[in-house]
């Protein structure tokens, strides 16, 4: 009978989990199988003989009373600072933190598509090195002192998450530490953006501040990216239409209630989740999802394989080939013409406003940089560019002449990103 009632219990807890997560949440998600199978398994303890349901549920609550003790350890010695915990450390001292939101999310919707996060905002956005990345954005919703717009003479930085300044602190991105130097230079780049997508933010924001120069920073995955970016119906406007634009410079106000409208579920269901951590084992999930499996390549051990150029390869490796070659389909001469187009589109738009605009190559592939190897496809990809009458300000030989593993994790560290602004500063500020 007591076995019976604390099963009964535990079944309990575990629906109420359940529902209250995928009220905000979809059922197919991870946790969500886990905890049916738990049900499931606790609810067929009550149909088995006494002995076995004894055995049965003394293996199930003493699995769960290890991973129990082993999320305590993991929260107390190992995984102290998860972004839910940091919202809430921050949230006792009154401050609202909250997590860095971007384009890409939004590229399918129809309602708006944003180019920045929340205005005036702190911000949580990633950890790679010891620390989390955590900045306050401009009015806009940039990664920037906001005091840059009241100054002259600006330098719009515009790209993807190495522009964002990922996992670094606030002010050791490229244009906080040009800043530094004396150069009013503007941070409008985030995480996840393309080719389009900077075009995008060229005309939504970029040349509303009237910058004299313009920075178009390029990472490797950028034309690819580009690509699927042209296959998005409302986002392709901006490729096709000249003329096309949302305004969002003047509709800031509501850009924020739409992203906040996203953000509530999700914020809610991770402070739930946070809420009943111990229970949920949340530390311990958290810490195997980010410290662990993203680290151990799964797919290795898996032998999952694909065809990619009529050649066999195991997803997630670094290839046994040259990397270069996964790149051969992507550079094609008609997907550079596509590049060339939209450059030349963004190159209009300045010469419209008045601005300068340069090409900034950012090598961003660790891989290439690790074996020395030049990216096989930059002079077909640069030989676009000047016949745009561009300057072209490559950084692939300030990398490759460096031991590449104290300036780079996954994306630049602090270290890395000092690095380009360095040589940017000289090569056109200096």
């Not at 999320?71 to 949230?91: G, M, P």
């Not at 956005?125 to 009241?150: A, L, Q």
């Not at 008045?354 to 592939?365: A, T």
């Amino acid at each position: 009978m007591f076995i019976n009632l604390l099963n009964f219990s535990v079944i309990v807890f575990l629906i109420a989990n359940l529902i209250l997560k995928d009220k905000l949440d979809s059922i197919y998600n991870f946790a969500s199988i886990i905890n049916i199978i738990l049900i499931v398994l606790f609810f067929f303890v009550f149909f088995i003989k006494k002995k076995i349901k004894y055995n049965l549920f003394i293996i199930l609550t003493s699995a769960y009373i290890s991973f129990f003790l082993i999320n305590i350890f993991v929260k107390k010695k190992i995984y102290q600072e998860t972004a839910a915990s940091l919202i809430q450390k921050y949230k006792k001292n009154k401050i609202n933190l909250r997590p860095s939101v971007f384009p890409t999310l939004f590229f399918d919707n129809k309602e708006m598509l944003i180019f920045s996060s929340l205005s005036n905002q702190m911000t949580i956005y990633c950890k790679e090195d010891y620390f989390w990345s955590i900045y306050k954005t401009d009015r806009y919703g940039f990664n920037n002192n906001d005091k840059v717009y009241d100054k002259t003479d600006k330098v719009i930085l515009i790209g993807d998450s190495f522009t964002h300044g990922a996992c670094v602190k606030e002010g050791d991105d490229i244009a906080g530490l040009l800043r530094n130097k004396g150069v009013n230079a503007i941070n409008m780049g985030m995480g996840g953006n393309s080719e389009l997508s900077k075009l995008a933010t060229l005309k939504e924001y970029g040349v509303k501040v009237k910058p004299n120069m313009v920075l178009w920073m390029f990472t490797i995955g950028d034309l690819a990216g580009f690509l699927g970016e042209l296959k998005k119906k409302e986002l392709s406007k901006y490729f096709f239409d000249a003329n096309y634009t949302q305004n969002l410079f003047f509709k800031n106000n509501e850009k924020d209630k739409f992203i906040n409208k996203y953000l509530a579920p999700m914020e809610k269901r991770e402070k739930i989740d946070y809420f009943f951590g111990y229970i949920t084992l949340y530390d311990l999930r958290k810490f195997l999802k980010f410290e662990i499996f993203l680290k151990i390549n799964l797919p290795k051990f898996l032998k999952f394989k694909k065809k990619e150029n009529n050649k066999e390869v195991k997803r997630g490796v670094v290839q046994s080939f040259d990397i270069n070659d996964y790149y051969k389909n992507i550079y094609s001469k008609k997907n550079l013409k596509l590049f060339q187009q939209n450059l030349k589109l963004a190159k209009d738009i300045c010469e419209i406003n008045s601005c300068e605009i340069k090409f900034v190559f950012l090598p961003s592939r660790k891989d290439l940089l690790l074996q020395k190897k030049k990216f096989k496809f930059k002079d077909n990809l640069f030989a676009k560019v000047k016949e745009l009458n561009m300057d072209i300000i490559d950084l692939e030989d300030a990398f490759l002449n460096v031991k590449i593993d104290d300036y780079m994790i996954n994306h630049y560290n602090t270290k890395g990103y000092k690095l380009v602004s360095d040589t940017i500063y000289e090569k056109i500020f200096n």
